[in-house]
């Protein structure tokens, strides 16, 4: 659940060092890494990982989800 992702941010949030932030939050408090190394991760595994809105019936941004594909193993 939450505000979901900007749709202009669904691959920007996998940038090294993005962050955003609410505006009463600290600056600092997030270092911007934990996506961008969870992709390399994912991507020396030849796999892919990326983030969509979740939706309700009536098209409402009920939060987001962060999908990962990984090929099966020999």
Do not use: M
Not at 23 to 36: D, I, N, Q, R, V
Not at 43 to 48: M, P, S, Y
Not at 60 to 72: D, E, K, S, Y
């Amino acid at each position: 659940e939450g505000p979901g992702i900007p749709e202009d941010k669904l691959t920007a949030i996998f940038d090294r060092f993005y962050s955003e932030r609410p505006a009463a939050e600290k600056f600092g408090t997030h270092s911007g890494l934990g996506l961008s190394i969870s992709k390399q991760i994912i991507e020396a595994h030849r796999g892919r990982i990326w983030a969509e809105n979740r939706l309700d019936a009536d098209g409402t941004v009920i939060g987001a989800r962060f999908l990962i594909r990984l090929p099966a193993a020999p």
